[in-house]
């Protein structure tokens, strides 16, 4: 079993960026595919990002894609979401979340198909 520590988050000013970390302890997560979920206050949770387990397919929301960037350092142990020209929209606690797979390439982006999640991290944008 994984647990995930997300730090980073943070008050932030509208077009400034902020590097979200998701520290794992319990598993290397060599073996796991990575995905970051948001929620804002009276909506669902839902999808950030995701990371294959071997690093090389990525997978982005519609609203972040060219903007954020998933990234993961197994040497560390650790997956980040580095956001750049944040928006007040981008206001959310941002969640970790982890799947182990047997499978190189895949990073999905349904919140179902991941079994460990981190307590989460508040980002606040401001205007």
Do not use: H
């Not at 595919?33 to 804002?40: D, E, I, K, T, Y």
């Not at 941002?94 to 981190?118: H, M, N, R, V």
Request: net charge positive; aromatic share 12%; with cysteine.
């Amino acid at each position: 079993q994984v647990q995930l520590v997300e730090s980073g988050g943070g008050l932030v000013q509208t077009g400034d960026s902020l590097r979200l970390s998701c520290a794992a302890s319990g598993r290397t997560i060599g073996s796991y595919a990575m995905g970051w979920f948001r929620q804002a206050p009276g909506t669902e949770r839902e999808f950030v990002a995701a990371l294959s387990k071997s690093g090389g397919t990525t997978n982005y929301a519609a609203s972040v894609k060219g903007r954020f960037t998933i990234s993961r350092d197994n040497a560390k142990n650790t997956v980040y979401l580095q956001m750049d020209s944040l928006k007040p929209e981008d206001t959310a606690v941002y969640y970790c979340a982890a799947k182990p797979t047997p499978f190189s390439s895949i990073a999905l982006s349904s919140s179902q198909w991941y079994d460990y999640w981190g307590q989460g991290t508040q980002v606040t944008v401001s205007s």
